[in-house]
């Protein structure tokens, strides 16, 4: 969810098909508020609360109190019908210490077979054994306020049924006109049409490239190991944020790979975690610009490092979406990577932005020193 957005979810089994959510972010000096008064109207803000539109999706959504703010928005993959149980007890394991009173979940498409299948007899929504399996978890968390709806998708006329009353019906309003897709995309966040869009954005370059790329790194590191002192690495990054802020970031392969020897130091890049905050500044933009550039550049496991940075900075913005995509893309370039790991843990466990700004504290080797502009010609 972008920024530290307060989302209100009331009286959730109301069937009113004609609400519009009322919404907001909180970069602004007053946190707005969301309320969610209907199932179309929160059925409408799962996309933007995401990120993006899912597909053959489970979504929960949580909350400590009725009409207080949601706790979390998770989503998961639909499973096979001889995963249903495991994939109910991941989805709703990171709830224990949420003190959840009331949750509502949502099965997104799912109409062909197995575990997705319906029971066109008895007029079944399609996954219900997984929304029973799901509520036996909540239940043995003491969620016992649960509501559960079947959508074929997140879009504008879509009929969403539920499976406690089958009389219980409705018509989804459109994502794209409600408030909360308004206030987000006012504030520059968008929601792709998919995860896969949203991955899209890290995705790297092709084989041969990163395979140069990887050759001339080695090559590099072993010219400048013993010769490039910290202050000339830190002087590196420091010219591709502001090549980043000046929109003018095209970056050679010798840049490339001079920037992957350098975030390799650890001080440095401990430093570039402090880029992050506060994000909406211009350093933080520049900056998400920089590590998702690096992110696509640069092979494994160099990847790492750009990545890790870029999915702290979509996390501290409040982009869970893009956040665990980017610590996923960390992970697979070096399984190792221990930052990584500890900030997918936290990002999977719930832990709010505010708790890791700490790790934006360590800048030793004077990367964001108060006498260092962006702009490259000051």
């Known amino acids: ?7 209100r979810m009331t009286h959730h089994d109301n069937d009113r ?16 508020e969301i309320t969610l008064t209907g199932v179309g109207d929160t059925l409408a803000a799962i996309p933007h609360l995401l990120g993006f539109h899912p597909t053959d999706s489970v979504v929960l959504l949580s909350g400590t109190e009725r009409g207080t703010p949601l706790s979390r928005t998770l989503r998961g993959d639909l499973p096979p ?61 003491g969620v016992t306020e649960v509501a559960s ?14 499976y406690d009353d089958p009389a219980r019906v409705g018509v989804m309003p459109d994502p794209g006109s ?23 954005l890290l995705a790297p370059d092709s084989e041969p490239l990163l395979a140069r790329r ?48 350098a975030l390799a130091d650890l001080q440095v890049r401990d430093a570039c975690l402090t880029t992050a905050l506060p994000p909406d500044s211009d350093l933080a933009v520049a900056a998400a610009v920089l590590w998702a550039e690096l992110t696509r550049a640069l092979p494994a496991p160099e990847r790492a490092i750009p990545a890790c940075l870029a999915g702290y900075a979509a996390y501290m913005s409040g982009d869970g979406a893009l956040a665990a995509i980017a610590f996923d893309t960390a992970l697979d370039a070096d399984p190792d990577h221990v930052l990584a790991g ?31 502009s962006l702009d490259a010609s000051a």
């Open 1 to 7: 969810m972008p920024g530290s957005t307060l989302v």
């Open 17 to 32: 098909t004609d609400g519009r959510d009322t919404s907001t972010n909180t970069t602004a000096t007053r946190t707005p």
């Open 81 to 141: 019908d001889h995963l249903v149980d495991a994939v109910a007890r991941h989805i709703t394991a990171s709830l224990a210490d949420d003190d959840v009173t009331s949750a509502l979940l949502v099965i997104v498409g799912g109409q062909d077979g197995g575990a997705q299948g319906g029971d066109a007899i008895n007029d079944v929504p399609p996954c219900a054994r997984l929304v029973e399996a799901l509520r036996r978890e909540l239940a043995a968390l």
């Open 149 to 162: 709806y079947w959508v074929p998708e997140l879009a504008d006329g879509a009929r969403y049924r539920s």
């Open 178 to 200: 409600s408030l909360l897709g308004a206030e987000f995309a006012s504030r520059g966040y968008v929601t792709y049409g998919s995860r896969a869009e949203l991955a899209a």
């Open 214 to 261: 990887a050759e001339l790194i080695e090559s590099l590191r072993a010219e400048v190991t013993e010769s490039w002192p910290q202050a000339a690495r830190v002087l590196a990054v420091r010219a591709a944020l502001s090549a980043a802020n000046s929109g003018d970031l095209a970056l050679s392969d010798r840049q490339l790979a001079t920037l992957a020897i």
């Open 342 to 372: 500890l900030l997918d843990r936290a990002l999977r466990h719930g832990f709010a932005p505010h708790r890791l700004h700490q790790l934006a504290t360590h800048d030793a080797v004077g990367l964001c020193a108060g006498e260092w």
